[in-house]
């Protein structure tokens, strides 16, 4: 397979798993809006952060708004990081190797986004956001049933998996980062139950509910919410499960230039197999997931000096 073949297929899987997962981070932070009272609503601001867009969103608003946020995380295609724009980025991708992927998997790739710039005026309000979030989230699992079930699982699967995995693996830790800092004020105990709330919203922003009580049976609580989405093994978005299977898809890489990318399995096998402790703050939090996202980072600048082709503008501009 062509370097170039494989970069590009590697950068579907992420710009798709990118554009789902943006949405997820939207939706959680709208579902606090509504479902928290307002002495305690939750911001805007850090979706901003979290992403690492603060500098390009400061360039063009002169203020933090909740409809400024979310249109710039939306539907502004000037910036690299809405969704709109990472599903322009898949688009284009497939359409290039459009001999690789299933006929059907482009045409839905396209539609997907054709879909989501003829309806991005329904995102405007917190009531249509929802609903044009939702379909854009399912029209994205609907394109990965699709290619699992009618594309070869050769090394151009591993290679749209291996990229979709890196993506969700650091987008979960950006979700639950972007507002495991809400605490509920010493001088209001009487509202601590919705600090339960929060990781309820967490929980179901990915798609992780049901699984939970499943796994964990015990209540929600922050302690076995942070255990389950950083340390489970089997729960498809948990970041110990997209580790084994990011593992898995490097396995079967065809050179020996793996060994480098092998050294960031190894230290991301070592953090999450640390116990969690009940004892951790916001503070060792915050640095817990740094730490992770570093090494994720380590480990996609590895897959790209030993697969693709050196110093291409696709690496460069996409990575950013």
């Known amino acids: 397979m062509l370097s170039r073949v494989a970069e590009t297929i590697y950068w ?8 789902e997962n943006t949405a997820r981070l939207i939706k959680v932070n709208t579902n606090l809006t509504l479902d928290l009272p307002r002495n305690l609503m939750p911001h805007w601001e850090p979706l901003i ?12 608003h002169p203020e933090w708004t909740e409809r400024r ?24 991708n497939a359409r290039t190797i459009r001999d690789i992927l299933p006929r059907e998997g482009w ?18 309000s917190r009531a249509g956001r929802q609903k044009y979030l939702d379909e854009i989230m399912d029209n994205l699992q609907h394109i990965t049933g699709l290619l699992a079930g009618s594309m070869n699982h050769d090394l151009a699967y591993d290679f ?9 693996a650091d987008m ?20 601590r139950p919705f600090e339960d709330m929060l990781w309820m919203s967490i929980l179901k922003s990915l798609s992780a509910y049901q699984m939970y009580r499943q796994s964990m049976q015990v209540r929600i609580n922050r302690h076995d919410v942070l255990k ?30 793996k060994y480098k990318c092998g050294k960031h399995i190894e230290q991301l096998h070592d953090l999450l197999d640390l116990p969690m402790g009940k004892e951790m ?28 082709p050196q110093l291409s503008e696709q690496t460069q501009s996409q990575s950013q």
Do not use: W
């Open 160 to 168: 749209l998996n291996l990229g979709r995995k890196i993506e969700r």
């Open 172 to 191: 979960t830790t950006r979700i639950i980062d972007v507002r495991s800092d809400f605490t509920v004020p010493e001088d209001m105990p009487e509202l």
């Open 107 to 124: 045409e839905v790739f396209n539609a997907t986004y054709n879909d989501a710039v003829e309806k991005k005026s329904e995102s405007y």
């Open 228 to 257: 389950f989405l950083f340390c489970d093994h089997l729960f498809p978005r948990s970041v110990a499960y997209c580790v084994h299977n990011i593992e898995d898809n490097l396995s079967r890489m065809p050179t020996p230039r």
């Open 69 to 92: 946020i979310v249109n710039f995380l939306i539907s502004d295609e000037s910036n690299p990081a809405s969704i709109l724009s990472s599903l322009a980025y898949a688009r284009e």
């Open 281 to 308: 703050d916001k503070l060792s939090l915050h640095d817990y997931i740094d730490t992770l996202q570093l090494l994720l980072a380590n480990l996609h600048q590895d897959i790209s000096r030993s697969y693709f």
């Open 49 to 60: 952060v979290i992403l690492g867009c603060e500098d390009l969103y400061n360039e063009r």
């Open 12 to 19: 579907i899987g992420r710009f798709q798993e990118r554009a």
